[in-house]
């Protein structure tokens, strides 16, 4: 997502002698910009901050080995009337799972975290 709003809060003269006060009241040091907060990602550009966590996104899609999935225009499982072709049916003995089960809550929970 992307805020373009103009934000000035200080000067870079009033940042240096914020820093130098902080520096004097406190054992600290200046990294640099900040690169990542709270698994957020934080882009400097010459005009805009972006923040956003595709990190975390390839990380959750790796855990639940989705990172090779092909985009579809509609993911969702579409109901047939056929009931031998539905996807919703009870899973007759001789059927197999196609794939591992994935632990439902741990998927949401990572997806809720995303969403945060």
Known sequence: MRVHKELTFWTPA??????AHLKSE???KDLGKTQYCFSL???HC???ILVHQSNYTQKVLR???????KP???PMV???LDVKRDPFRPKN?????????VSYLSAIGALLYLAQ
Not at 14 to 19: C, F, S
Not at 63 to 69: C, I, T
């Open 72 to 74: 579809l225009s509609t």
């Open 41 to 43: 990602e934080i882009e």
């Open 93 to 101: 003995d001789e059927e197999e799972i196609l794939e591992p089960e």
């Open 14 to 19: 009033e940042l240096e002698e914020i820093a």
């Open 46 to 48: 010459s005009d805009e």
């Open 78 to 80: 579409v109901r047939t």
């Open 63 to 69: 855990h639940f080995n989705k990172d090779k999935a």
């Open 26 to 28: 406190f054992e600290m």
